[in-house]
């Protein structure tokens, strides 16, 4: 409980019930009448509010002042709770989203990759069909001249000299 000048261990002694005294405005006398009405723990304490700690022999300024103090420290435990819970569904979620892209990015490369690979393989299906076809070749003239005519090539890549590499 967030109470001035106490130690993490008095603290924890006056939520568990062990030591009630550690909360402010509870002496010996206080406590053995929470003790015997039930009220051993601060969840215990502010279940029964201050109605509940006028009935345990509390009087009405003391039973406010501890009821609220209780309260106060149970808004404060639940918020840290909550903080806490949503960092961490937080933290899950971005590694999450970072894995998610992780693998995104691991399957567009090798898809990427395959469709590289398939077009080589059309391309070089391509230049093997029309390899033979597109050859300089000598051919008798037509127009009753001697000798041989050649055919010019289309394309560079029909030339003689760019299919040796």
């Known amino acids: 409980m967030a109470y ?8 924890k002694k006056a939520s568990s019930g062990e030591d009630l005294t ?19 723990t601060a969840a215990k304490i502010a279940k029964a509010g201050k ?14 002042k501890l009821a609220a103090a209780v309260a106060k420290h149970k808004a404060k435990s639940t918020a840290k709770k909550a ?8 933290s899950k979620a971005k590694a999450a989203v970072k894995s998610t892209a992780s693998k995104t990015k691991s399957k567009a490369k090798g898809a990427a990759s395959k469709a590289t690979a398939a077009g080589k393989n059309v391309a070089e299906k391509v230049v093997e069909k029309t390899k033979g076809s597109q050859q300089v070749k000598g051919e008798q003239s037509k127009d009753g001249r ?3 005519t050649l055919k010019v090539p289309r394309s560079v890549t029909d030339m003689p000299w760019f299919r040796k590499g």
């Not at 001035?4 to 603290?11: P, V």
């Not at 909360?23 to 039930?38: C, R």
């Open 4 to 11: 001035q000048g106490q130690t993490m261990a008095a603290k």
């Open 22 to 40: 550690a909360l402010p405005g509870v002496g010996a006398a206080t406590a053995k009448k929470l003790q015997a009405a039930g009220l051993t």
């Open 83 to 90: 903080t806490t819970s949503a960092k961490n569904t937080a």
């Open 146 to 148: 001697k000798g041989k």
């Open 51 to 64: 109605a509940g700690l006028e009935k345990a022999g509390m009087n009405a300024p003391s039973a406010a």
